[in-house]
């Protein structure tokens, strides 16, 4: 029997108004008393958030005691104007970073390095390592990002994020526990030896998954469509259909012996904070491991 407790973190987004702000903070206070690992926030596309996702970061390290890790981006600054948001964070005590290439901004068919920036977010983790010995975070794709030539290529590019000195990979959000164990017996072939730690996207509005899942290049499967099918209207039920797909691929995870898992909030906290609380409390799996 393995009895070693699951650990989660938690990722937020800077809000885009007053309401939401209110939203965000009372979603904080909410799931502080799961004791994630770290929390991080989220950065825009083309740095449009900066300044907030600063504030944000620095307000939960400095009110609540929890691990904040602000994402840091290659998108529209120079390694210049980057390093410097990374020394203000180390500075203000912050040791944890999301490093990702970032995405273009919106009405860029593709991305274009900034010509005085990071090229990629292998070359990011690299700068960050002169400033200081941040935990640093990338992210992963069990799927293969969507502008990766093929999955052999994309694995390559995460060991260069890892050789540069990446710390964890945190994956892209995924709903098949088998495609996110053979992406780990993958990467470990490939010499890649930090912790990957799986990306869990309760699902709220089904719709709103089917966007994200369309950009980010994830598959919905089809018994999960099955399921969210006839309930547009009907929000208690989605959500208890939530909670059980993600609980049972949580616990299908645990018996392989995944014991870290990120939560991507969307800042509402109910349905997580159910969902984290039942599995913290759930006794360990009496399962022989291959």
């Known amino acids: 029997m393995n009895s070693q407790p699951i650990r989660f973190s938690f990722e937020f987004f800077p809000p885009r108004d007053a309401v939401l702000e209110t939203r965000l903070w009372e979603t904080v206070r909410r799931l502080a008393p799961l004791h994630p690992a ?17 504030e944000i970061v620095t307000r939960i390290h400095a009110e609540t005691g929890l691990v904040s890790a602000p994402h ?26 999301v490093a990702l290439r970032g995405d273009p901004p919106k009405g860029s068919a593709s991305y ?14 690299a700068g960050l390592r002169t400033i200081g010995d941040f935990e640093i975070s990338v ?6 990002h969507p502008e990766a030539r093929s999955a052999a290529a994309d694995l390559d590019n995460l060991k260069r994020k890892v050789d540069a000195g990446a710390t964890r990979a945190i994956t892209q959000f995924f709903f098949d526990p088998e495609m996110f164990l ?21 699902i709220t ?5 089917t966007r994200f899942a369309a950009a980010c290049g994830a598959s919905i499967p089809d018994w999960l469509q099955e399921r969210f099918a006839g309930l547009e ?31 991507y909030t969307l800042n509402r906290a109910e349905l997580v904070y159910a969902i984290c609380h039942c599995l913290a409390h759930s006794p360990a799996p009496r399962v022989a491991y291959a």
């Open 38 to 54: 770290f929390v991080s926030v989220t950065y825009g596309a083309d740095g449009s958030t900066r300044e907030r996702t600063h």
């Open 72 to 97: 840091l981006t290659c998108v529209g600054a120079s390694r210049e104007e980057v390093l410097e948001v990374a020394q203000r964070y180390w500075d203000a005590g912050i040791r944890h970073i």
């Open 112 to 125: 274009v390095p900034h010509p005085d920036g990071f090229a990629f977010a292998a070359d990011l983790v």
């Open 139 to 144: 992210a992963a794709y069990p799927e293969v």
């Open 182 to 202: 053979r992406f780990r017996d993958a990467a470990a072939a490939a010499g890649i030896s930090v912790p990957i730690v799986p990306g869990i996207l309760p």
């Open 205 to 209: 509005r089904f719709p709103q998954i």
């Open 233 to 263: 209207d009907d929000a208690d039920t989605r959500a208890m259909i939530a909670a059980s797909v993600a609980i049972d691929m949580v616990e299908t995870l645990r018996r392989h012996g995944v014991r870290d898992f990120h939560f």
